[in-house]
């Protein structure tokens, strides 16, 4: 049983257990006052109104790019790919720890998921649309995009299937359209129930289209867990299948840094690890500015650091292996791509995303910096810059010096890179303040499910 203090170390339970006091009743009203309030808390409004602010620099660059070209952009030869893939990868990897934690954490029945699977699929569905700016805009005509998608035309021009870019056309939209579904199924009941507490009238008209005619009779609940459990069951293997299909963008290329066997799995842990130091960089303030330790307890902290922690340690394997490949082939290229990577011009990103990735996780092993939310919180931010220098080393890196030297030059980002970067920050914040206002942050009917066992547990 926890204590009084939210954030002492708790004694380890099969399933996460309410605080003495809860009901049924007061649990959905502590998570609905949150969406229901008619008075929207100030620091909401601060917080909002500077993610809009910030989200604003992202259209304004995207506007001019459609006005002048990617022209403004820092990409030349031969980094012909640059912030625009970096970013498209980041971002795509934080999209994946929503689709673990909800997706294959309930197949496996594991209940500590229940109180940060909804705004971590929530994280999924902003951080793939955060993505999903960047492959329509860097192709030079974005009105033309259309072309990707095999349709039927009169010029009988069909997109070329053995590139693996055209591939991420496909699992990117897919996995966006099943989370996009798998999100909103598990909204139904919650929707509900803020439909039949609303006071406002046009709150309840809109709940009330939102929850399809929910009645929590048995046959909805019949039909909404069998639809919720197939649901579950298409995103798992988009777990694995996404970032293994992004990863095989620069595998199947024959540019040293590029070609290696070990991406797919490489690339997969790599998401898991930046997308669970994002739910942790969420869940540590949310808790605390919304009072919510009792329904997001150390135990979820504790238990998202291991995972980052075991995701870690794959990581620094994968960078482990790039290097001792590279020295044990005999290729000549292959040996240069890692000894430009640790002293060329750039030797600075790759050194800080040694530091990033590899040795600052390694604090996880203490258990006082498991249990400090502080620290916690400040190692996950200090990972998800790593995860972002991770995609800078391998992109720009291994492009600016590639087989003939008379073609090496040095790339920079311009104003209009950086622009577009920090405002998909912008509008991913932007997106989540909102979510957060207007939808329950925590499933409502799935924590009043947890009230049984925490009964029978203090009876004990």
Same mark, same amino acid.
């Given at each position: 049983?926890?204590?009084?203090?939210?954030?002492?170390?708790?004694?380890?339970?099969?399933?996460?257990?309410?605080?003495?006091?809860?009901?049924?009743?007061?649990?959905?009203?502590?998570?609905?006052?949150?969406?229901?309030?008619?008075?929207?808390?100030?620091?909401?409004?601060?917080?909002?109104?500077?993610?809009?602010?910030v989200?604003?620099?992202?259209?304004?660059?995207?506007?001019?790019?459609?006005?002048?070209?990617?022209?403004?952009?820092?990409?030349?030869?031969?980094v012909g790919?640059?912030?625009?893939?970096?970013?498209?990868?980041?971002?795509?990897?934080?999209g994946h720890a929503?689709?673990?934690?909800?997706?294959i954490?309930?197949?496996?029945?594991?209940?500590?998921?229940?109180?940060?699977?909804r705004?971590?699929?929530?994280?999924?569905?902003?951080?793939?649309?955060?993505?999903?700016?960047?492959?329509?805009?860097h192709?030079?005509?974005?009105?033309?995009?259309?072309?990707?998608?095999?349709?039927?035309?009169?010029?009988?021009?069909?997109?070329?299937?053995?590139?693996?870019?055209?591939?991420?056309?496909?699992?990117?939209?897919? @996995?966006?359209?099943?989370?996009?579904?798998?999100?909103?199924?598990?909204?139904?009941?919650?929707?509900?129930?803020?439909?039949?507490?609303?006071?406002?009238?046009t709150?309840k008209?809109?709940?009330?289209m939102?929850?399809?005619?929910?009645?929590?009779?048995?046959?909805?609940?019949?039909? @909404?867990?069998?639809?919720?459990?197939?649901?579950?069951?298409?995103?798992?293997?988009?777990?694995?299948?996404?970032?293994?299909?992004?990863?095989?963008?620069?595998?199947?290329?024959?540019v040293?840094?590029?070609?290696?066997?070990?991406?797919?799995?490489?690339?997969?842990?790599?998401?898991?690890?930046?997308?669970?130091?994002?739910?942790?960089?969420?869940?540590?303030?949310?808790?605390?500015?919304?009072?919510?330790?009792?329904?997001?307890?150390?135990?979820?902290?504790?238990?998202?650091?291991?995972?980052?922690?075991?995701?870690?340690?794959?990581?620094?394997?994968? @960078?482990?292996?790039?290097?001792?490949?590279?020295?044990?082939?005999?290729?000549? @290229?292959?040996?240069?791509?890692? !000894?430009?990577?640790?002293?060329?011009?750039?030797?600075?990103? !790759?050194?800080?995303?040694?530091?990033?990735?590899?040795?600052?996780?390694?604090f996880l092993?203490?258990?006082?910096?498991?249990?400090?939310t502080?620290?916690?919180?400040?190692?996950?931010?200090?990972?998800?810059?790593?995860?972002?220098?991770?995609?800078?080393?391998?992109?720009?890196v291994?492009?600016?010096?590639?087989?003939?030297?008379s073609?090496?030059?040095?790339?920079?980002?311009?104003?209009?890179?950086?622009?577009?970067?920090?405002?998909?920050?912008?509008?991913?914040?932007?997106?989540?303040?909102?979510?957060?206002?207007?939808?329950?942050?925590?499933?409502?009917?799935?924590?009043?499910?947890?009230?049984?066992?925490?009964?029978?547990?203090?009876?004990?």
């Amino acid at each position: 049983m926890s204590t009084n203090n939210p954030d002492k170390p708790e004694e380890t339970t099969r399933v996460p257990v309410l605080r003495p006091g809860y009901t049924f009743g007061s649990i959905t009203d502590k998570i609905a006052a949150i969406a229901l309030g008619r008075k929207t808390p100030i620091g909401w409004l601060i917080g909002f109104s500077l993610s809009f602010g910030v989200a604003m620099m992202l259209f304004y660059s995207i506007g001019v790019l459609l006005l002048k070209g990617i022209g403004i952009w820092g990409n030349n030869n031969p980094v012909g790919w640059a912030f625009d893939i970096i970013n498209f990868v980041w971002w795509i990897g934080i999209g994946h720890a929503g689709t673990l934690i909800s997706a294959i954490l309930l197949l496996f029945r594991q209940q500590w998921r229940t109180s940060i699977n909804r705004f971590a699929e929530a994280m999924t569905l902003f951080a793939v649309a955060c993505a999903g700016v960047y492959p329509a805009l860097h192709t030079g005509r974005p009105w033309l995009d259309y072309w990707l998608f095999p349709y039927p035309n009169t010029m009988g021009i069909w997109p070329n299937f053995r590139s693996p870019l055209i591939w991420d056309v496909f699992a990117v939209s897919t @996995y966006a359209t099943v989370s996009a579904l798998f999100w909103f199924v598990g909204l139904v009941p919650d929707l509900a129930t803020l439909r039949d507490r609303a006071k406002n009238r046009t709150a309840k008209i809109i709940y009330g289209m939102l929850a399809l005619g929910w009645r929590g009779s048995a046959r909805h609940w019949h039909r @909404y867990e069998t639809a919720y459990l197939l649901l579950a069951g298409l995103s798992t293997p988009l777990v694995l299948s996404v970032h293994t299909v992004v990863s095989f963008d620069f595998a199947v290329g024959i540019v040293p840094g590029w070609h290696a066997t070990i991406f797919p799995p490489y690339f997969v842990a790599g998401a898991i690890y930046a997308g669970f130091a994002m739910v942790l960089t969420i869940s540590i303030p949310l808790r605390k500015f919304y009072n919510l330790q009792d329904f997001i307890t150390m135990r979820h902290i504790r238990n998202m650091a291991k995972i980052m922690l075991a995701t870690g340690l794959i990581v620094a394997y994968g @960078y482990m292996m790039e290097a001792f490949m590279a020295w044990y082939s005999g290729n000549e @290229y292959e040996r240069f791509m890692i !000894y430009n990577r640790m002293t060329g011009p750039y030797w600075w990103s !790759y050194w800080s995303l040694i530091l990033c990735n590899v040795i600052t996780p390694q604090f996880l092993w203490a258990r006082k910096v498991r249990h400090s939310t502080t620290a916690l919180f400040l190692i996950s931010l200090v990972v998800g810059v790593g995860m972002w220098l991770e995609r800078f080393v391998i992109i720009v890196v291994s492009l600016h010096r590639d087989f003939l030297p008379s073609s090496w030059a040095m790339y920079a980002p311009t104003r209009y890179d950086w622009m577009m970067f920090i405002g998909t920050l912008g509008l991913f914040s932007a997106l989540m303040f909102l979510f957060i206002r207007f939808l329950p942050v925590i499933s409502i009917f799935e924590m009043r499910t947890l009230l049984p066992e925490s009964k029978v547990k203090e009876e004990a």
